[in-house]
T-cell receptor
Framework: EAGVAQSPRYKIIEKRQSVAFWCNPI?????LYWYQQILGQGPKLLIQ????????DSQLPKDRFSAERLKGVDSTLKIQPAKLEDSAVYLC????????????????FGPGTRLTVL | AQKVTQAQTEISVVEKEDVTLDCVYE???????LFWYKQPPSGELVFLIR??????QNEISGRYSWNFQKSTSSFNFTITASQVVDSAVYFC??????????????FGQGTELSVKP
């Protein structure tokens, strides 16, 4: 079974430029997550989708970050304009439909996109 | 508030040594899940184990074992006879069972394990 796919793997941009990351979750996984991992820290949730609806975006800096999952499968995370502090690894994860579970399902992660903002 | 603490930032051992990675968590909920993930230099988070709050049985999988103690809010991870391939950053994480919590994984800061030949 294919895992979570992400692209690109690496991206270098200058501050104030825009960038987009793409994620394709595991087939059949209704729940999709975007995490930001700053060097030396654990991942922090940015946004969670249930199919194509947003469940939790409380930690997403909405003035510059946006995300969508239009058809309930692939997702795109965008940063516009980028700041130096956005340099991090952006991880996408997916899990089975959380709403049908009493206890949380395991989240499976993609390889991440390493963003460097100069 | 929920929190996960991994007090050991870095650990260095020589191959074949046993090593224990500590994890302490805080939550007021009675139902929750705990996880361990491995992050090798390639960057992908690899799932290792999931344990729910009702099951305090220790678990062994090959050279890996986990000790869950609710009385001390700890979920420690031991690697027996460590190998160079075990070198990675290891994360402990907490997930709340309530859907209203939004499925947020709360990660610790990670412990970087270096196994030298």
């Amino acid at each position: 079974e294919a895992g979570v796919a992400q692209s690109p793997r690496y991206k270098i941009i200058e501050k104030r430029q825009s960038v987009a990351f793409w994620c394709n979750p595991i087939s059949g996984h209704a729940t999709l997550y975007w995490y930001q991992q700053i060097l030396g820290q654990g991942p922090k949730l940015l946004i969670q989708f249930q199919n194509n609806g947003v469940v939790d975006d409380s930690q997403l800096p909405k003035d510059r970050f946006s995300a969508e999952r239009l058809k309930g499968v692939d997702s795109t995370l965008k940063i516009q304009p980028a700041k130096l502090e956005d340099s991090a690894v952006y991880l996408c994860a997916s899990s089975l439909d959380r709403r049908t579970r009493v206890l949380p399902d395991t989240q499976y992660f993609g390889p991440g996109t390493r963003l460097t903002v100069l | 508030a929920q929190k996960v603490t991994q007090a050991q930032t870095e650990i260095s051992v020589v191959e074949k040594e046993d090593v224990t990675l500590d994890c302490v968590y805080e939550t007021r909920d009675t139902t929750y899940y705990l996880f361990w993930y491995k992050q090798p230099p390639s960057g992908e988070l690899v799932f290792l184990i999931r344990r729910n709050s009702f099951d305090e049985q220790n678990e062994i999988s090959g050279r890996y074992s986990w000790n869950f103690q609710k009385s001390t809010s700890s979920f420690n991870f031991t690697i027996t006879a460590s190998q160079v391939v075990d070198s990675a950053v290891y994360f402990c994480a907490l997930d709340m069972a309530s859907y209203n919590q939004g499925g947020k994984l709360i990660f610790g800061q990670g412990t970087e394990l270096s196994v030298k030949p």
